[in-house]
């Protein structure tokens, strides 16, 4: 399997060559574009009951596609909604907790474990849920703006927005905390952080959709409001 990140970082397209017989697995709604000898299979990554009830749970359906080049070679297109940049991380035995909506493709033999208590719960507040990856083979992933690298050896921490966070490796171990006191909650403009430990790797989004959301919100409140106030 070969592929290539186009059009980095702020617009990027996962563009994958399959060999006969290779197959990509992807979040359902991701694909661009395939070759016509592309053969896509829908299939529930749980069960079809556990999908649904932890779909609605984290926000979005956990329906997958699998794309199988028949006949010969094809080539298929993947991009996620938010603007940014597309990255590929490698599981060779050391898996990553992945942000949820990062997730645009995966090698078949990389697992993605949804019934984890960081998906299921959502332990990391604010409507962030995350998933455990496993196995071995590429994993792609989508940000919001750029892709933030930091390597953190053992003993070493970092204190990361959750909105901010998308995967760090599961060698870390994670905190989810409260940022300051009372007064800094509310005044700060910053939530809940997760403070994660070393030996691994954290990758961060240099944009936070839900601070992009309440700026469109801003630019949007006074136009709905005066045309509400109109009828």
């Avoid at 694909?31 to 979005?60: C, E, S, W």
């Avoid at 332990?123 to 390597?151: C, P, V, W, Y």
């Avoid at 989004?205 to 109109?230: D, Y």
Wanted: proline share 3%.
């Amino acid at each position: 399997m070969e592929y290539e990140i186009r059009y980095r970082p702020s617009y990027s397209m996962l563009v994958v060559k399959l060999n006969q017989g290779e197959t990509i697995t992807a979040e359902a709604g991701a694909m661009t574009y395939m070759t016509p000898n592309i053969q896509m299979k829908t299939r529930a990554r749980a069960g079809v009951l556990d999908t649904i009830k932890l779909g609605v749970l984290g926000g979005q359906s956990f329906f997958v596609n699998d794309y199988t080049a028949v006949g010969g070679p094809g080539e298929v297109a993947l991009a996620s909604a938010p603007l940014g940049d597309i990255e590929k991380l490698t599981l060779d035995g050391r898996g990553y907790i992945i942000q949820r909506s990062s997730y645009v493709a995966s090698d078949p033999t990389v697992e993605l474990d949804i019934k984890w208590q960081g998906f299921t719960k959502g332990i990391f507040g604010q409507g962030l849920f995350m998933i455990k990856t496993s196995g071995r083979g590429n994993l792609f992933i989508n940000t919001f703006g750029a892709i933030d690298r930091h390597e953190l050896s053992a003993g070493e921490s970092l204190i990361v927005d959750n909105f901010h966070l998308v995967a760090f490796s599961d060698t870390c171990s994670y905190e989810v905390r409260r940022m300051g006191g009372l007064k800094e909650l509310a005044l700060s403009g910053e939530g809940l952080v997760v403070e994660v430990r070393g030996p691994g790797e954290v990758l961060i989004q240099t944009k936070n959709i839900s601070e992009f959301a309440n700026w469109i919100w801003q630019l949007l409140e006074p136009k709905v409001r005066a045309t509400m106030g109109a009828r």
